[in-house]
């Protein structure tokens, strides 16, 4: 039995950054079991997004492990994204582990995986996930012809997304943190 099914898309504006995930989850090619999974979620004092694509209790131990190492270099996404980049990909259990990151806090966005990549998308859009592609796409468009701003793209890249990916549904988990004018992290939601 193999579950899967998820989109997370994030985009960074001058505002902050907006991540979003899907709520499906699937069993083989048809078989939806689930509608309103939380595949986004905040951590590290709610400085930080994370949304997951891939197994769910691999995504969790993976979760720890980067809030632990969030810790470890106080908030640093940057520097922890590198550190537990090297740790999944050398370390023989996590290497194993069937699932992507996409991270970010009010700056940055980054890409995450078992091989160690840790990718900075030079558009400030990313997308994870077997609807990744549409939703990336969907994103870069809005980005592109739109005067949008982040949270609102995300809402509808995934809304497109949902209606082309038969495993990706509407039901959205959406995170955003917010900067001030002075670029200072001030709400989330």
């Known amino acids: 039995m193999h579950l899967h099914g998820t989109t997370i898309l994030a985009v960074r504006d001058a505002h902050g950054v907006a991540m979003a995930g899907d709520g499906q989850v699937t069993m083989g090619q048809s078989v939806a079991l689930k509608h309103k999974a939380r595949k986004v979620r905040k951590i590290y004092k709610d400085r930080v997004i994370v949304g997951f694509a891939g197994a769910t209790a691999d995504a969790m131990t ?3 492990r980067f809030e632990a ?7 640093n996404l940057v520097r922890a994204s590198v550190e537990m980049a090297k740790e999944w990909r050398l370390d023989k259990y ?3 582990l069937e699932a992507m ?7 940055s966005i980054l890409l995450l995986s078992g091989t160690g ?5 030079d558009d400030g859009v990313a997308a994870i996930g077997s609807g990744g592609s549409f939703a990336l796409a969907a994103a870069r468009a809005l980005v592109r012809n739109s005067s949008l701003e982040g ?6 890249a995934m809304a497109i997304t949902a209606e082309i990916c038969v495993f990706t549904n509407d039901q959205l988990t959406l995170e955003t943190l917010r900067k001030d004018a002075s670029n200072k992290e001030i709400t989330t939601s």
């Open 62 to 64: 993976l979760f720890e």
């Open 69 to 75: 190492k969030l810790e470890q270099f106080n908030g």
């Open 94 to 96: 996590l290497r194993r």
């Open 101 to 107: 990151l996409l991270v970010a806090d009010d700056t």
């Open 117 to 121: 990549d840790v990718i900075e998308p």
């Open 151 to 156: 949270e609102e793209i995300v809402r509808k």
